[in-house]
């Protein structure tokens, strides 16, 4: 997996030159939704429009209608529309070492890409800190923007587990946006790993920290 401070870099270069494959041999999973977490069905979408795949130690779901991307950059990575390939949803894996010890340290370096970006002007940048009753992540909703005037919304959710920290990556055109926070909801709560949920309705969040840049360095 590549490191984190090639994660935003990556993405720019990448993303809009990886071509869309059929993913090869992976599992599917016909009912993956248990009563556990969240209802995919809101937004009129059900179980048969969406498709889970099997990763190394994982599992992720996704709408069928995304494109999966057979790669190596990537713990998993699907365009949402092959025209616009700035729109896409990747899962980034990167082993906790002497740089990137913590999610902090990790998140420190997305801000500093972001703001370097010369392609994409940042104009919002909101995290937060979710406690849980067991472990704590950070929930990310970034707004950026083109010279063209169109605005992208990120959302992320960074966490760490088993000496790795994730980052869960959706990225849309803004206009989209009300529509994807449902979706990444669903993309949360069934991802799996270990042949576990790492995020379950009974885990609930004790408390909300707002964090700024200053929070980051």
């Not at 969240?38 to 599992?59: F, P, S, T």
């Not at 002007?121 to 800190?129: A, E, G």
């Not at 408390?207 to 700024?212: E, F, I, P, R, S």
Request: charged share 25%; glycine share 4%; net charge neutral.
């Amino acid at each position: 997996m590549v490191k984190a401070a090639l994660f935003f870099l990556l993405l720019c270069c990448i993303a809009c030159n990886l071509k869309v494959k059929e993913p090869v041999n992976y599992d599917r999973y016909e009912n993956p939704f248990s009563s556990e977490n969240i209802e995919i069905n809101r937004k009129g979408m059900e179980q048969k429009d969406w498709k889970c795949e099997n990763l190394q130690g994982g599992v992720t779901c996704y709408p069928r209608a995304w494109h999966a991307v057979n790669q190596n950059s990537f713990y998993f990575f699907a365009y949402i529309d092959t025209i616009n390939k700035k729109e896409y949803y990747v899962v980034g894996k990167f082993p906790q070492d002497s740089i990137y010890h913590l999610e902090l340290d990790y998140l420190s370096e997305v801000y500093r890409q972001l703001t370097l970006d010369t392609l994409e002007m940042l104009i919002s940048f909101d995290l937060k800190k979710l406690t849980f009753r067991n472990d704590e992540s950070y929930y990310g909703e970034y707004v950026t923007q083109e010279s063209n005037g169109v605005k992208y919304v990120t959302y992320s959710m960074v966490f760490r587990h088993s000496k790795y920290i994730y980052d869960i990556t959706v990225k849309i055109v803004s206009f989209a946006e009300v529509g994807h926070s449902y979706l990444f909801e669903a993309i949360l709560y069934n991802f799996q790993l270990n042949n576990k949920h790492v995020f379950r309705k009974s885990n609930s969040i004790l408390k909300v920290t707002q964090l700024g840049p200053s929070d980051l360095f």
